[in-house]
């Protein structure tokens, strides 16, 4: 079992910025890829950006290239998502997510990120 805690997340006027980070322990060895998800009211959860274990590689929506960045938080086993230029759009519930090599998907229990207009 991977279990994953996220932090920060919170208020912010549209242009404002955020930083949330997540951390993954018990079995972290197992896992390939680390990223965010968010599930905004009234639609599919869907990726944010991924970051794989090994070599960095990154993939991010469309919609957030150039605003947000993926990293990762010191440790191997943590994740931080730097989020800048928000919008009112950016609003959802942001989930941390942990993906094993056996492709076993962990998620965060949610963290609200709310952008004011």
């Known amino acids: 079992q991977v279990q994953l805690v996220e932090s920060g997340g919170g208020l912010v006027q549209a242009g404002g910025s955020l930083r949330l980070s997540c951390e993954a322990s018990?079995?972290?060895?197992?896992?390939?890829?680390m990223g965010w998800y968010r599930r905004a009211p009234g639609k599919e959860r869907e990726l944010v950006a991924i970051m794989t274990r090994y070599g960095g590689g990154t993939n991010y929506a469309e919609s957030v290239k150039g605003r947000f960045t993926i990293s990762r938080d010191g440790a191997e086993n943590t994740v931080a998502l730097r989020m800048s230029s928000l919008k009112p759009e950016d609003t959802a519930v942001y989930y941390c997510?942990?993906?094993?090599?056996?492709?076993?998907?962990?998620w965060g229990q949610g963290t609200q990120v709310t952008v004011s207009s």
């Open positions: 018990g079995f972290s060895d197992s896992i390939g890829a």
């Open positions: 997510n942990a993906r094993t090599w056996q492709q076993v998907d962990y």
